[in-house]
């Protein structure tokens, strides 16, 4: 498997333009992960799917944020309106349900770099 | 709520030498996974070792090894003979053994001197 894809790697955008991020997971993989990284922040947790729904988006920091996983090979991250402090490393990453194949590991993709100017 | 502590923001070591790295958590659950992960530079997030909590044993891969000590809940990493590209942020997480919820820790950076 050629590990979790997202798109676009980087994506510079004015401040009020619609950003949106992509990723396809593992096939395979029953959880899908959106994690933010900045220097202040850290790793946070978005939001995460089971089986394409969504379980727990408390991590969306805020309206303008919304996440989808219209099937098992493909979700979105949309921010709209698009701000300046959204700038930061959006990473997807991919699980299966430890026991099934007795990892349990997060795998990542390579993340999106989004500049918000 | 799970936590993950890692109370070094910054370590450094020799090249050759040993570094350990620390790692707390904290939950009430008995059956759980642990992992460390590196993101060097390139920001790709790889994992380095795993350790299933209800095994005894300290899980290795190669020069990385851990001290899982589960009544203290403390996981900590230590990397041998440490190589340059060793160098990188690692973050110490934590997952319940149904897979739906990773708590990371704030990450180590590691700088290693040549």
């Known amino acids: 498997d050629a590990g979790v894809i997202q798109s676009p790697r980087h994506e510079v955008t004015e401040m009020g333009q619609e950003v949106t991020l992509r990723c396809k997971p593992i096939?395979?993989?029953?959880?899908l992960f959106w994690y933010r990284q900045t220097m202040m922040r850290g790793l946070e947790l978005l939001i995460y799917?089971?089986?394409?729904?969504?379980?727990?988006d408390s991590g969306m920091p805020e309206d303008r944020f919304s996440a989808k996983m219209p099937n098992a090979s493909f979700s979105t991250l949309k921010i709209q309106p698009s701000e300046p402090r959204d700038s930061a490393v959006y990473f997807c990453?991919?699980?299966?349900?430890?026991?099934?194949?007795?990892?349990?590991?997060?795998?990542f993709g390579e993340g999106s770099r989004l500049t918000v100017l | 709520a799970q936590t993950v502590t890692q109370s070094q923001p910054e370590m450094s070591v020799q090249e050759a030498e040993t570094v350990t790295l620390s790692c707390t958590y904290d939950t009430s659950e008995s059956d759980y996974y642990l992992f460390w992960y590196k993101q060097p530079p390139s920001r790709q997030m790889i994992l380095v070792i795993r350790q299933e909590a209800y095994k005894q044993q300290n899980a290795t891969e190669n020069r990385f090894s851990v001290n899982f000590q589960k009544a203290a809940k403390s996981f900590s990493l230590k990397i041998s003979d440490s190589q340059l590209g060793d160098a990188a942020m690692y973050f110490c997480?934590?997952?319940?053994?149904?897979?739906?919820?990773?708590?990371f820790g704030t990450g180590t950076s590691l700088t290693v001197i040549p």
């Open positions: 990453a991919s699980s299966l349900l430890p026991g099934l194949d007795g990892t349990g590991e997060l795998f």
């Open positions: 799917f089971n089986n394409n729904v969504p379980i727990d």
């Open positions: 096939s395979g993989h029953d959880y």
């Open positions: 997480a934590w997952t319940s053994n149904t897979g739906n919820q990773f708590y």
